[in-house]
Structure formats: C-alpha cells, structure tokens
C-alpha cells in the first residue's frame, strides 16, 4: 500500500530516463530530500546539476515513507551526544539542526511551496517510571546547551504520561510536496533530473568522474551520492558502520478529538505520533514497531501491534493507510556527512540519518554545498563521514560477519515433490540440500519462485520477509522481491533466480 505522501500527489512522472551522454558540474544521485535540496541550493548558486534517480518517481523511497517530523529533537541523545563528544559538539549538532528547521521554513515561504507545512511543538514523553529519570535527565543537558526546552507532565496526547520534554516552535509538512516543490524549483533553473536511471559505477578520470548508468554516462567534477544506503563499498567502508531498521506507519481516520503537536515515546515498543491535514480531513499518523532490517522474526503483526495500540485511545479509528520504511542507522547515532573518501575528493555522500532524516537531510545539504563552494561550515566537524571510530562496534560488527555465507551460484535445482508439497502456500523459506542454501517462495496459487538466498552486496544470508513477501539482508538492510528483483541499497543487483525441476 502507497503512503498517504505518495498518494497525495497527482501527476508524480514528469522527468525522463537518461539516454544521451551529458556532462554536468555536478552529479547527484538520488531523489529524496537530502538529493533534492544538494540541487536546490546549487542551481541557486549557479552549478550545472544532473540528478539520477533509479526509481520511476522521484523521493518515492524513504522521503516517501516518513513520519515527516521537523525537529531537533531526536528522541533522547544529547545527553548522550554530550557524555561521548562534550558541550561544544553537541551543540553544535543541535543548533544545525535548529537552522535546519529555519532552513526549511525559509525555503517553503521563499519559493512558495504548498507543502502544508506548519508550526507545532515537539515531545519525548514516557509512561515508563524506568524511563523518567532517562527524561529528566535528557532535558538539563539540552539546556545545558543554552536551548529552552522544557520538562512537562502534561500534554495534549489522549493519555496521561509521566513525564515529557517539549520542544516548541518545530514543524511538520507533505514531504512529498516539499520534494516534487524543490525538484521544480531545480528544473526551472536548468537542472536536469532523469528517472529510471540506474548508476551501476562511478570512475575518476583525471580531474572528472565518470557516472556509468547502464547505457550512458554523466561527466562531472563533483559528485553527491544520496542513495541512502551507499551502493559503494570500495574507500568508504560505510558497511562497516551502519545498518538499516525497518520501521511501520499507519494513517488513520478517528471522530475522536484530534491533538496538537509530534510525539514520541523514549521506550520500547517505540510509537510516534502526529495529526496531518489530508484532503479536508485530519488524519492521525502513528509509527514505530521498529527492527533491524533482516531480522529473523515473524512481521505478520507489524502493523496490527500500531493499530491495537491507537485503539485503546480511538476506539473508532479506521486504517486508511500502511506503510514501512528502511533507516540507515549509523554505529554511533550521528549521520555521516562530507567526503566519501579522504582519497576521492570532490565525491561527497550523507547518510545515516537515522530515522531524523527531515532535519539531517538539510544539514548535509547544507554542509556539502558549502564544501562545494569553498566555504568553511560551522557544523561540518561534528558529523564528519570520514571518522574512524564507529568501527569499533565490535558487537554489529560481528553481527555483520556472522552472517555472511559462501554459497555455489546455481540456476537449475531439484526438489522433492515431497518438499515442495509440505511447504504452505503463501510462505517463503531457505531450505537446504547437501549444504546448498535456496529460498523458495511458495504463493497463494501454490506458484514456486525460487533464489539464491545470497545477498548480492556483500554474501549475507538473506531473510524471509513473511509481512512483504521480501527477501531481507541482516547485514546492511537490502531488500529483493520474491522475485529476485532489488528493492533497496546497498545491493545494486538481483538475486539470482534458480530454476525448479
Ligand atoms: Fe550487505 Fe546484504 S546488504 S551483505
């Protein structure tokens, strides 16, 4: 099922496939927000920019999917960014994130972009007495920053709450919107943005790279990887120090009385919450459930855990809308910004902005077209992509290695009737015969589609998915339909199918 982002928009596929070699000063792979507004704010400054995009519709991925917060306030972390870094750095992680927010609102009044956005206040709150000092606590370190945050008891959410951290003045918009606005505003001043258009290498030629699609090339002097997921392993090693989390959203319409403001829980079970405006109703969004993508556990009751939980407070609530979403999470809670590589100056990447992707997005953008310019930023060093020490986290590390698996390419393969009989329809599994691994998937029809359950970034084992009928990786979050066919980075190629006999 669409998001209710992505249903909001009508005429979505209005850009083109590339199919000519062009040169460009710069190249942007990558259509979310973090993309977009990298080529908003250089076509502003006059730079020749082409944006690729694999997908037919342009921010359909994780822009597509959000919750849509604007806001500094990323669940609790800076007494946490405060213990690891010290006051200035945390700081200055807050303040760029508050600009972010300024940036954004400055962007949508200038340009005129109906994006619905509006002002709202933010909130951790718990229910969890665990959880209240965790609260408290979190609130004197970001006063400690000199930000006014305040410690409440009470908010406007339909249940009571032991304790709260507001954050006011944030904001809330149609992400989808916001991108379709920027990606016209980018067109109209001569940027280029192509759709369906996979980037399958990038090269240095001398002073130039070298944007390989799968017909054609981009020459440019710079390049911006924002596929969220870097599809790159060589020089910048970001397998190493992040994974992906799956997280679910449901949209629903309530005759219960409706609440100001964007909430989020500091315990687990996670759940967010926020009113939206869709098409003359308000609509109540609520989100969480999250895991690591690939984990091996049952997803049949992602979405019914949200919507058992939004019943207890609006009994009469209707889900119009479910979706999930893929996060790049970073080892060490702060998103990686800047050079890819120290060796491959002029490439430049964001990542791992861990679910706050709205204000994060605008940061790196912010920061990399600084880059570009030649212009120090204030907030560069505090998320710098190339630092080292998130590889020390032996314990994902470990994770990462132990699943990875050798496995025989095969693509014709023998299974018992008897085998393939038990197997229910409508489920998938990894079976096994003489130590070669295979995923079958086994439809409603009683249809087998059978792969090589090996994930083609980097050898992991993959998953079955029984909630989207996916093939998931543990590793580093790439998704296959049962098909075979890639759905999300790092992986840029298919399964490889294996015939049945
Ligand atoms: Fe890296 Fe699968 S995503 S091995």
């Known amino acids: 099922m669409n998001s209710l982002w992505i249903d909001s928009i009508e005429n979505k596929n209005n850009f083109k496939k590339l199919e000519k070699d062009i040169s460009s000063d710069v190249c942007i792979i990558g259509t979310g927000t973090f993309g977009l507004t990298c080529g908003y704010y250089l076509v502003k400054h006059g730079y020749n920019v082409t944006i690729l995009e694999k997908e037919h519709e342009i ?63 933010s909130y951790v ?62 067109t109209k001043n001569s940027g280029e943005i192509y759709t369906d258009t996979i980037v399958q290498n990038i090269e240095k030629e001398g002073d130039y790279f070298i944007t390989y699609t799968e017909n054609n090339k981009v020459k440019s002097k710079y390049v911006i990887l924002a596929s969220h997921y870097p599809f790159i392993d060589r020089l910048g090693y970001y397998f190493l120090k992040m994974y992906q989390s799956t997280s679910y959203v449901i949209a629903v319409d309530t005759h219960g009385k409706t609440f100001d403001g964007m909430y989020i829980n500091s315990e687990i079970p996670t759940f967010s919450y926020r009113f ?82 709205m204000t ?17 930023n204030e907030y560069e060093d505090v998320f710098k992509s190339t630092r080292l020490h998130p590889i020390k986290n032996n314990e994902e590390l470990g994770n990462m290695v132990k699943e990875v698996t050798n496995s025989l390419v095969i693509n014709r393969f023998k299974i018992s009737e008897n085998d393939l009989t038990r ?39 993959l998953s079955w998915n029984n909630l989207d009928k996916t093939w998931d990786c543990p590793c580093h979050g790439s998704r296959f339909d049962y098909k075979g066919h890639q759905l999300y980075n790092p992986a840029i190629k298919d399964l490889d199918v294996i015939e049945i006999e």
Not at 65 to 85: C, E, F, G, P, V
Not at 87 to 115: F, T
Not at 431 to 460: M, R, S, W
Request: with cysteine.
């Open 59 to 121: 921010a359909s991925k994780t822009t597509g999917h959000t919750t849509a917060k604007i806001t500094s306030q990323h669940n609790l972390i800076y007494k946490y960014l405060i213990d690891s870094l010290g006051k200035v750095q945390a700081k200055k992680y807050l303040y760029a994130n508050q600009e972010a927010i300024e940036n954004i609102a400055g962007i949508v009044k200038d340009e005129k972009i109906d994006c619905d956005f509006e002002r709202t206040d």
């Open 423 to 461: 197997l229910e329809n409508d489920t998938g599994h990894v079976l096994e015969y003489d130590g070669q691994k295979i995923g079958v998937y086994k439809d409603k029809d009683g249809k087998i589609f059978a792969i090589n359950p090996v994930c083609t970034h980097l050898g992991c084992l």
């Open 360 to 376: 994060s997005s605008n940061v790196a953008a912010n920061i990399i077209v600084d880059k570009i310019l030649g212009k120090e």
């Open 125 to 186: 709150y718990t229910k969890d007495m665990d959880e209240l000092e965790k609260i408290k606590l979190e609130n004197e370190a970001v006063n400690s920053l000199e930000f006014d945050s305040k410690f409440v008891t009470e908010t406007p959410l339909p249940f009571e709450v032991l304790g709260a951290i507001k954050f006011s003045n944030q904001a809330q918009f149609n992400p989808l919107k916001y991108a379709y606005g920027l990606a016209d505003k980018i």
């Open 276 to 357: 939206v405006n869709y098409k003359g109703k308000k609509l109540l969004i609520v989100g969480g459930a999250d895991h690591k993508t690939g984990s091996k556990i049952d997803l049949s009751n992602a979405y019914k855990i949200l919507e058992d939980e939004v019943r207890k407070y609006f009994p009469d609530c209707t889900v119009l809308y479910k979706w999930n979403t893929e996060d790049c999470i970073s080892l060490d809670k702060i998103p990686y910004i800047g050079e890819f590589s120290n060796l491959m100056p002029n490439m430049y990447i964001g990542t791992g902005f861990n679910k706050w992707g």
